[in-house]
């Protein structure tokens, strides 16, 4: 295939960003023996946490060790890494892409695997950036086991959600406190249950989160200060998608029932969006995956490009052969 201007393009496939969806797809896709270049900023989502957990055979690696075997991995089958940031991606006039990246560069390419995953944006309230993924937590799966006999508080932004929260981080640890920062009150049974699961209960908006070295406490709006070791909250997940707006392809709000939870790209289970061409995976589409789920959807992405692309090329080739004569016909 030719690229704009008229030269071939670059790569088969570049994948934007290079965390566990983007690496996953480009391993699979550089043993295809296909053209691939990953664009990393290299800012995971992951990256203030000590470990990556439930992934198999890397359980506990940080994530900067994960990645960064990765992207070895992917090298030793021919794939290039380029360290960048994407900022545009467009279509060229003969079905390519062009991926535009903040240094000038531009690369081209026959599809785009767009595995740029989320950010999380917190409360505002003072303290709780600056534990991020030490502290201050989101998922039992992820944290649960480390923070295992910790005092525990669970901010509430939302309190169905909350209440939620607090009996499942039961399960790790049992020394909880539900900070309702005026979410609201519990009904009948939702304190009954956090009741019998010796939940306590603190009513008053939060403040601040405090602690230099770690995290020692909240302290809420009236003064009173309660010492916790690590506290969960609910962040609203904002997908990394805007780069895609060129081609028409735009996140969209996502809901837990009438709660709205953030952003995401639409894609189906192999990636496919609604734009051709463009595949996604990873957070991006699926902002509450752990990383093992997110690697499995880069590879089901890859699968599904490397397919596109094998037909592709085998129409090239028999329209090579019939201009040549070699078919013949009938």
Known sequence: ????????????????????????????????????????????????????????????????????????????????????????????????????LQDGTVLTSRRVLAAS??????????????????????????????????????????????????????????DIVLFLNDAGEPDTEQSRQLAARGIRVVDGAVAAVEGDAGLTGVRLASGKFVSRQALVVLTRLRARADYLSGVGLEAEEQHFGDLAVGTAVAADSSGVTSVPGIFAAGNLTAPMTQVIGAASAGLAAATAINAE??????????????????????
């Not at 692309?309 to 009938?330: F, H, K, M, N, Y």
């Open 1 to 100: 295939m030719t690229g704009n201007g008229g030269g071939k393009v670059d790569y088969d496939v570049v994948v934007v960003g290079g965390s566990a969806a983007g690496l996953s797809g480009a391993l699979a896709l550089s043993r295809a023996r296909r053209r691939v270049a990953v664009v990393d900023a290299g800012e995971p989502r992951n990256a203030p946490a000590s470990g990556v957990h439930n992934y198999l055979g890397r359980e506990g690696a940080s994530p900067a060790e994960l990645y960064a075997v990765g992207r070895g991995e992917v090298e030793g089958y021919g794939g290039t890494i380029v360290d960048g940031t994407v900022e545009s991606v467009l279509r060229a006039g003969d079905g390519s892409f062009r991926i535009g």
């Open 117 to 174: 995953g989320a950010s999380d944006e917190l409360p505002d309230i003072p303290g709780l950036a600056a534990h991020w993924g030490t502290d201050v937590l989101h998922c039992p799966y992820c944290h649960g086991w480390e923070a295992g006999g910790k005092r525990l508080g669970v901010l509430a932004t939302h309190l169905d959600t909350a209440v939620h929260q607090a009996l499942m981080w039961r399960q790790w640890c049992e």
């Open 309 to 330: 692309l094998i037909e592709e090329d085998t129409s090239a080739a028999v329209a090579a052969a019939a201009q040549r004569g070699g078919i013949l016909q009938s």
